[in-house]
């Protein structure tokens, strides 16, 4: 049964060698009040049996194959070359761990350092890190890093409203107890209302680019604003976007976190993930995690290690500025084989792609009585549309019709009531946009 | 300069393409110039140097599926295949985390039962799914006890107590909540010093006392012999216990700690209950806990909203539990992770899940007698899922852990943990896992005697090792020091 190899004889031989007579032995100073208790757990089921229960689960769900999906909000539905799951599928890869020991671990070192040479190049920053959990615990963990910069003096955090929901609610969580002020985000302040709150006590400004609002703000006057203060500026970016838009690093970026789920990992109902984290050359001493770098073994050649071990809670224990050890190594993987086989031209072409579809979606929708879509800046592949009707009623009557219709805003801001915000990517083909503008013209009407 | 394996931009030539998308069937948008970038730095390759160069890379790394992993703490067991094609399902793995509830009621569905199931093993109230990794479980506990503190108006409760033995993550996580240190040390049998627990907790201490870490079996893969006694006085001075459960594979269907009294624990997944480690992760570190810290779990929760009937199934929801420490990532966890530990309990059932923790401790006791008389073993006494030993020999001073380490990686072997935990000298930690066969231990066996031979007959063997690799030893200093931290192609667009 199961994966234990132990036959009758083997164990009887091994517990004689250890000294016991039964496997109940093993464990002497296990309080005999509280040894073997009972587990309520479902008897097992065999392989067959168990992938059939697995189906059925899964096919009680409304996914993405059967469903046209309009909805991203931070999660997105691409295309993924076949060959990222193949090479996921490499057991060299995924049944290995953390590459501690260097010369039996090239192969995911020189892997981690391929990634982080793509996020710099996506981004324009020198140094990233092997990944941490996702984009939102990425960003809290940059705000550890603003504290640090700053001093400990600098306690003042400010969020763009337009950031993620949910990113600013975990840097909220990670930072509880931390005597940190984070303001900026509970109204609907926008780029010119956040400088005004800059001071000397301002650790970082982090904004989300395109913001969760699909849209590209006018970035050109704020890093300087914000090094002027003496505070870091952080982008939030979508790495897909990065592909055609101006890098973080071009507007001035001191930090730039964000989701890597884009890059190949499918929808996978929000998890496993990947949150990249880059940041400057005169940073890079206070980034958490795993960092490889490249150097040479004994008879010169070329090779990889983990570097600047130090910093981290193995070694610093309670002076580390981050516990992080388990990352999300195997999806910074799927990203770096995605972004090698899409290439240059290929993730431009999917960010291109977005970017004329969800355009085109927009002026179409814009038309249809009822509805009108925010055009008032640019955006990449997301946007905003009126609607005339409860966001909710609307989801469930394109439901019925085949979409997974866009998210709705009001559940996070209270202004944007009768809001959804519409995402269209390379994988909507001009059809079911076509579908999607139709059903919403009659469910509106 | 010699390189095993050229990098990907190293094999990019200018203008090739790999994958390719349909053309633009919608008429195309004017792009606003000035926001746009004039290049990025990406390779250009076809789709077989992608696979040739991953293929190789692949080859190059030591994992489970290739050999003996016996990595302490890290439980490389088996990752059954099944998980990997059930977490792949369209429906799992194409299922939007902001869909509406009604359509992800089988994820939901699956999500609380598992809940449910790590609430049961464990003797505990609730989980959360939340964490992404056992540190972020181990925040989310910390968390969770500083904010019952609070919420009972105490908050001087500021002192974790930690082991001298614990995992780094341990002190770590605490200074990231907020709260202090202060670390125990260990008694001559390797448990945590009674006496010293007493000090930390008496008299006026006691009321700073916010709970205390406790790795159970400890990192030296005892089980903690005084740790109903520990209980008792932590209890006694008003804090709470938090269980590191890094090592529960010892522990499944042999004891729950929230039958000992324990307050909260995390699991890893990723270790107990086979989702693979993905080089570095994903996990997932499930935190449970008993009555007392309940309000207080990281959320959204998977709650059964409605009870199902004979015809129809239960409807399930996320909530935030009332007094939530809040949420630890965006959406629900590591969900690819539940999939995989799920269709792990599912198929060993409550017999299958007693019988883990029995051969994970069989092994490790039969590699520790087979081996303890070439080599010195500290706490020499019936282990858990693994035991500690001194990679060193008083008579060949200049063989160290290392260079056993890096010696048996000539032998085909992954070496075991080393110079942790810190409280053992030259230390290697050994877990073999329950998934090993007694041959592949006896060849293990062999292959360490066979080093205990070297290290005193031609010493050189072991300083020198490995031979056989892909690499030899690295210069770390000068990756520190130098620090390329990123392709050429890419470091020469950041100078321009």
């Known amino acids: 049964m199961t994966y234990i190899p132990h036959t009758d004889a083997e164990r009887q031989q091994m517990l004689a060698a250890v000294g016991v007579t039964t496997m109940e032995d093993l464990f002497p100073d296990v309080p005999a009040k509280y040894r073997f208790p009972q587990l309520n757990i479902p008897a097992a089921l065999s392989e067959l049996e168990t992938a059939a229960e697995l189906l059925a689960l ?31 599928l490499r057991g060299e890869f995924y049944t290995a ?17 391929e990634y982080q040479s793509m996020i710099c190049a996506l981004t324009g920053m020198d140094a990233a890190n092997a990944s941490h959990y996702d984009g939102a615990t990425s960003l809290a963990e940059a705000v550890t890093v603003a504290l640090d910069v700053g001093r400990q003096k600098r306690r003042k955090i400010i969020l763009s409203p337009a950031i993620h929901p949910q990113y600013r609610a975990v840097v909220r969580t990670y930072h ?15 780029l010119s209302d956040l400088i005004t709150m800059l001071d000397e006590n301002t650790a970082m400004l982090a904004v989300q680019y395109p913001n969760f609002f699909g849209q590209i703000d006018d970035y050109k006057t704020l890093a300087e604003k914000v090094h002027n203060a003496g505070a870091l500026l952080v982008f939030v970016a979508n790495p897909l976007a990065l592909a055609l838009l101006k890098s973080p690093g071009e507007l001035g970026a001191d930090i730039v976190v964000g989701e890597g789920q884009p890059l190949g990992i499918p929808l996978g109902y929000g998890g496993p993930y990947l949150g990249y984290f880059a940041i400057r050359n005169a940073y890079v001493r206070k980034i958490a995690g795993r960092i490889v770098g490249e150097t040479l073994d004994k008879n010169g050649k070329r090779a990889y290690v983990m570097t600047l071990r130090p910093r981290e809670q193995d070694i610093k224990r309670e002076k580390a500025s981050s516990n992080i050890c388990t990352n999300q190594g195997l999806m910074a993987l799927a990203a770096v084989v995605y972004m090698s086989v899409m290439g240059k031209q290929g993730l431009k072409q999917a960010a291109e792609l977005c970017y004329h579809k969800a355009h085109y979606a927009a002026q179409q929708i814009n038309s249809v009585p009822g509805y009108s879509v925010e055009l008032s800046k640019p955006f990449f592949h997301e946007f905003m549309v009126k609607c005339p009707l409860a966001i909710s009623d609307l989801n469930n009557a394109l439901l019925e019709r085949g979409f997974i219709g866009g998210y ?6 209270a202004h944007l009531k009768d809001h959804m915000l519409l995402c269209v990517t390379e994988m909507n083909s001009k059809d079911e946009i076509d ?10 009407s | 300069m010699d390189s095993a394996i050229p990098t990907i931009y190293d094999i990019s030539v200018p203008g090739r393409h790999g ?88 994820a939901l569905a699956l999500m609380y039962e598992l809940q449910n199931w790590l609430a049961e093993i464990s003797g505990f109230k609730g989980t959360s799914l939340q964490p992404a990794a056992g540190a972020q479980g181990e925040f989310a506990g910390i968390l969770m006890i500083r904010n019952y503190h609070l919420d009972r108006g105490e908050p001087q409760r500021t002192t974790i107590l930690v082991p001298n033995s614990a995992h780094g993550t341990n002190p770590a996580t605490c200074t990231m909540a907020g709260l202090n240190v202060k670390e125990l040390p260990s008694d001559q049998d390797g448990n945590v010093d009674l006496e010293a627990l007493r000090a930390a907790c008496a008299g006026d201490n006691a009321k700073t006392i916010a709970g205390m870490m406790i790795t159970v079996p400890n990192t030296l893969g005892l089980f903690e012999a005084h740790i109903l006694e520990a209980l008792e006085i932590v209890h006694a001075a008003g804090g709470l216990m938090y269980m590191d459960g890094a090592n529960m594979n010892a522990l499944l269907g042999v004891v729950k700690p929230g039958e000992l009294g324990f307050d909260v624990m995390h699991y890893n997944l990723h270790k107990t209950f086979s989702t693979p480690h993905g080089g570095g992760g994903p996990g997932c570190g499930a935190v449970a806990v008993g009555e007392k810290l309940l309000p207080f779990l990281p959320g959204p929760l998977v709650q059964m909203i409605e009870a199902g009937t004979d015809d129809e199934a239960p409807l399930y929801g996320l909530r935030m539990p009332e007094k939530s420490i809040g949420r630890l990532k965006a959406f629900h966890g590591n969900f690819g992770m539940h999939v995989r530990a799920y269709t792990y309990i599912r ?83 050994i877990e073999p896992t329950e998934t090993e066969d007694k041959a ?18 031609t010493p050189e063997l072991l300083t020198s090792a490995p031979h056989s690799t892909p690499v030899s030893r690295l210069d770390e200093v000068r990756a520190a020091k130098q620090l390329v931290l990123c392709c050429s192609p890419v470091r020469q667009a950041a100078s321009d």
């Open chain 1, 408 to 413: 709705d805003l009001g559940a996070d801001y």
């Open chain 1, 176 to 190: 509880q107890g931390n005597d940190v002020q984070i303001v900026g985000d509970g109204g609907r302040a926008d």
């Open chain 1, 435 to 444: 579908a999607l503008v139709a059903a919403l013209k009659e469910i509106g």
């Open chain 1, 97 to 113: 761990y953390t590459p501690y020991q260097p010369e039996v671990s090239q192969g995911t070192l020189q892997a981690i350092f």
């Open chain 1, 58 to 88: 899964s096919e009680a769900n409304e996914h993405a194959q059967d469903f046209a999906v309009f909805r991203g909000a931070g999660a997105y539905h691409h295309f993924i070359p076949s060959v990222v799951n193949h090479m996921l």
């Open chain 2, 19 to 106: 994958s390719k998308l349909p053309d633009v069937d919608v008429p195309k948008s004017d792009m606003p110039a000035d926001l746009l970038r004039a290049d990025v730095r990406l390779p250009e390759v076809s789709e077989l140097q992608v696979v040739r160069h991953f293929v190789d890379l692949s080859e190059l790394n030591h994992a489970i599926d290739k050999g003996f992993y016996p990595l302490g703490s890290c439980t490389m067991k088996y990752n059954p295949k099944i998980n990997e094609d059930m977490a792949r399902l369209a429906g799992f793995a194409h299922l939007h985390p902001l869909a509406d509830e009604s359509g992800t009621q089988g």
């Open chain 2, 440 to 457: 592949t231990l006896d060849e293990f066996i062999a292959a360490m005697l066979k080093i205990a031979q070297e290290a005193h007959e």
């Open chain 2, 347 to 429: 198929m060993h059932g409550a017999e299958g899940l007693k019988r883990i923790a029995r051969h994970a401790v069989l092994n490790a006791n039969y590699i520790r007698v087979k081996l303890q008389n070439a080599y010195h073993v500290p706490y020499n006494r019936i282990c858990g899922h693994e035991f500690v030993m001194e990679g060193h020999f008083k008579d060949v001073p200049d063989v160290h852990a290392l260079d056993i380490s890096k010696r048996l990686m000539d032998y085909g072997i992954h070496p075991p943990t080393n110079y942790f935990p810190l409280i053992v000298p030259e230390a290697l930690l």
